[in-house]
């Protein structure tokens, strides 16, 4: 079954890297945020701010979004799709 | 697992050497990560090593040693924690200087634990670093920019990136110069880059590398985060920081409107204006790599003639302290205030100290305009905008105030020698005369550096010693929770009261494991920490079986390590007196404070101050004449006698 969409809320990130080492944890068995599926990229020439993209590769496990602590990921129950 | 068979090392060691330009990589030892773990551990053994004992802080021959510990980069709650050791130029020591921000994961991304940088570049250069791409190029057209300014292009030319930068106080060799890691983490107050810009080195720039940070057991290792995690989330305060940050959870202190003035002599109130709500509205939280608790934060002025200015803030200094006008006007100016320290790379708390005692020793006709080149030393907004930016470019009587509070007293002479508190040259956080001596207080005298940031911080023990007269209960709970040795636990505590002398050694080794591991010790992160969950992290990280006995030797030998290096730069037990105007009461408003022991049960004399230390020597094993660690010590912990 096809999992939801990871919907992500930039205005909450606060740049903690969580999401991409937890990713790279899962898919690596390393912490490397080069090789994350989530990816967190600074606005260059904004402060504080940020972009989060999802390589093609994410099947919306959603391990990212169990660990954001800043409620910045959501995504929709099971099943729901 | 790197090379070197362990677990959560990325196992090199990068050497650069600015004169010659070179780069070699070396493994790192895995004997030495036995020993002295990682991060402070192996950058202070490097600097033994490496830095010779007459260098100048500003010479070629100087170090700046980069680590990172085996927790750093991995998903242990605030595994940020970056450190750099050198000899600082405020009092050529050799501090403790700790950040966070992205710069350890990067580093470690790119495969290397520590970096050590040595000689002077002809020219001014930046270091970049990208997996075994290592490159000195060419800074001079980023030389004369600010802090921010750095930041800003180098992130241009390299993000992801993590960058440590220095502004105009680096560049012009200002010895309370620090700077800040990604703008938000500060770093080095007492010169760091002051060395670096006698290195013309501009920035140190690690870009996010290809290769991964394995560890022996991730199961295990995420159960046990999982479990801190959640009591992390859980805390009752934690949406009050990350609503307010620092200063959310410290506006009972900022509350008290009471201000210390005419030399530390003097206790005034003060109206504080209630900048709460305003701040709320203009700050974001910042985060450094896994940290569920950002207390630090980005402050954007959202109204008035400064609207649109952003600047980073890591404690609550910005709040209130250059008041004038109505509540917003107080803010900005503040936040202006701070935005200029940053930009500069001036250490707000230093410079403050040493501006405060100019103004003092003005108004005493000690110094006068011929002195100061014609400026009224007054205590308002745009006096201290003009000072700071003189002291950034050593121009006027900013030359005298770029050297710190020793310094600049001894260069202006005519009695003002007649020092506020200060310990080995640096200022001092929090006035005991207030809050009664506890280990925050024994830990910044008995300091063997003291600058490179709070070392009161090595005196933490949980909020019970940020607070006064909490109950013993919570001090007993705090001791337990870092698994102070039962023998010592008896020394230390009775029914009511505890030794602080001897309490303090063992906050002191404690700290020192965090900073080993790579792992954050402010204290909203450092309070899910205890000795059991530490030892099997390391673990799980590592492969090596410890235990929090064993973690607690190795925290120690680092520690009297530590000492030793600053012993070479002249600090014994002299150095680590109380200040003499701690012993006179703090007076006025009708009020006064005489230094009491943490409990206020008693007034305490230099002969009880003496006690302390005489108390902190023996628990510590140093010869208590001296204050210097004994031989049978340094053998006890495999260190070097000589």
């Not at chain 2, 750095?150 to 309370?176: F, K, Q, W």
């Not at chain 2, 009471?258 to 709320?280: F, G, M, Q, W």
């Not at chain 2, 008693?602 to 031989?631: F, H, K, N, Q």
Request: hydrophobic fraction near 35%; include cysteine.
């Amino acid at each position: 079954m096809r999992r939801p969409p990871i919907v992500a809320d930039a205005t909450k990130c606060t740049g903690c890297l969580i999401c991409e080492l937890r990713c790279s944890l899962r898919f690596e068995k390393a912490f490397n945020p080069s090789k994350a599926r989530i990816r967190i990229r600074r606005l260059v020439g904004a402060e504080n701010e940020y972009d989060i993209s999802f390589s093609e590769d994410c099947d919306n496990c959603g391990l990212c979004v169990r660990y954001c602590p800043y409620s910045a990921l959501t995504q929709e129950k099971k099943g729901s799709v | 697992m790197s090379e070197m068979g362990l677990g959560g090392y990325a196992g090199r060691v990068l050497y650069i050497d600015l004169t010659s330009g070179t780069v070699a990589r070396e493994p790192l030892d895995p004997e030495l990560a036995r020993t002295f773990i990682g991060g402070w551990g192996i950058t202070n053994k490097l600097a033994c090593d490496l830095i010779p004992p007459d260098a100048d802080p500003l010479s070629p021959e100087n170090r700046i040693i980069i680590g990172t510990g085996p927790f750093s980069g991995t998903i242990v709650p605030g595994s940020a924690e970056l450190v750099v050791t050198s000899r600082f130029p405020l009092n050529g020591a050799y501090p403790t200087s700790c950040g966070g921000g992205h710069f350890a994961l990067m580093l470690k991304t790119s495969g290397y634990d520590c970096v050590v940088i040595s000689g002077r570049s002809p020219t001014p250069v930046y270091l970049r670093i990208h997996d075994d791409d290592v490159q000195l190029s060419d800074a001079r057209e980023l030389w004369g920019r600010d802090v921010f300014e750095t930041v800003d292009e180098l992130r241009r030319r390299h993000e992801p990136c993590s960058v440590i930068p220095i502004g105009p106080a680096g560049e012009n060799l200002v010895d309370i110069s620090v700077t800040s890691i990604d703008k938000g983490g500060t770093l080095g107050s007492g010169g760091l880059p002051a060395v670096m810009g006698s290195k013309n080195l501009k920035a140190v720039v690690a870009v996010q590398g290809s290769k991964g940070i394995r560890v022996a057991n991730r199961v295990k290792l995420q159960r046990l985060v999982d479990g801190m995690l959640q009591r992390i989330m859980e805390y009752r305060l934690r949406p009050t920081l990350l609503e307010g940050g620092f200063f959310g959870m410290t506006a009972a202190w900022t509350q008290l409107g009471a201000r210390i003035t005419e030399n530390a002599s003097r206790i005034a109130l003060v109206a504080t204006p209630d900048v709460k709500d305003v701040h709320y509205r203009s700050r974001r939280p910042l985060a450094c790599s896994a940290c569920p608790m950002a207390d630090k934060e980005l402050i954007r002025l959202r109204e008035g003639p400064r609207s649109g200015l952003a600047t980073y803030a890591t404690h609550y200094s910005p709040m209130g302290s250059v008041g004038a006008g109505d509540v917003a006007e107080t803010y900005a100016r503040s936040v202006e205030y701070l935005d200029a320290a940053n930009r500069y790379g001036i250490c707000l708390f230093s410079f403050g100290i040493v501006r405060e005692f100019a103004s003092y020793l003005y108004e005493r006709g000690i110094i006068t305009r011929e002195d100061t080149g014609g400026i009224e030393l007054t205590d308002d907004f745009e006096t201290g905008m003009k000072l700071m930016r003189m002291t950034a470019y050593r121009e006027g009587f900013g030359e005298v105030l770029a050297e710190g509070l020793v310094k600049a007293a001894a260069r202006i002479g005519r009695g003002a020698e007649e020092l506020p508190p200060q310990i080995k040259g640096y200022n001092i956080f929090g006035d005991p005369r207030l809050t009664g001596v506890g280990t925050h207080t024994v830990a910044q005298m008995v300091n063997p550096a003291r600058c490179g940031g709070c070392a009161g911080i090595a005196g933490s023990l949980g909020s019970a010693s940020y607070n006064p007269g909490r109950p013993i209960e919570q001090w007993l709970r705090q001791a337990r929770r870092i698994a102070v040795p039962r023998e010592a636990m008896e020394r230390i505590f009775t029914s009511t009261a505890f030794n602080v002398g001897r309490l303090t050694r063992y906050t002191e080794d404690w700290y020192s494991i965090s900073n080993c591991l790579g792992r954050c010790h402010r204290l909203y992160i450092e309070r899910f920490f205890d000795a059991e969950t530490q030892a099997q992290l390391f673990t799980a990280v590592t492969g090596l079986e410890a235990t929090p006995a064993e973690l607690y030797k190795a925290g120690e030998r680092v520690w009297n390590l530590f000492k030793m290096l600053n012993v070479r730069a002249g600090f014994d037990r002299k150095a680590d007196v109380a200040p003499e105007a701690w012993l006179t009461p703090l007076k006025g408003e009708g009020m006064e404070f005489p230094l009491m022991d943490y409990y206020k049960s008693a007034a305490l004399t230099r002969d009880d101050m003496d006690r302390v230390l005489d108390d902190y020597y023996d628990e510590r094993g140093w010869d208590p004449g001296t204050g210097i660690p004994t031989s049978d010590k340094l053998r006890e912990l495999g260190l070097p006698t000589a």
